[in-house]
């Protein structure tokens, strides 16, 4: 299942980077916050959780 961004941060992150690796040489700040973004959604949708990480 792939993940979407939540609407309200449409303007704070890059979509095309969405869901994506990300160059920390190259990143931009839009870049950084997607991939945080996208790694929060992810462990929110998934089965972990605080004692299984």
């Given amino acids: 299942m ?3 961004y939540p ?4 303007n704070d992150i890059n ?3 969405w869901s994506r690796d990300i160059d ?3 990143a931009e ?3 950084l916050n997607g991939f945080l973004l996208h790694r929060m959604a992810h462990y929110k949708d998934s089965k972990y959780d ?3 990480l």
């Fill in 2 to 4: 792939a993940l979407t």
């Fill in 7 to 10: 609407k309200k941060y449409e």
């Fill in 15 to 17: 979509p095309e980077t």
């Fill in 24 to 26: 920390p040489a190259n």
């Fill in 29 to 31: 700040q839009q870049d």
């Fill in 50 to 52: 605080d004692t299984a």
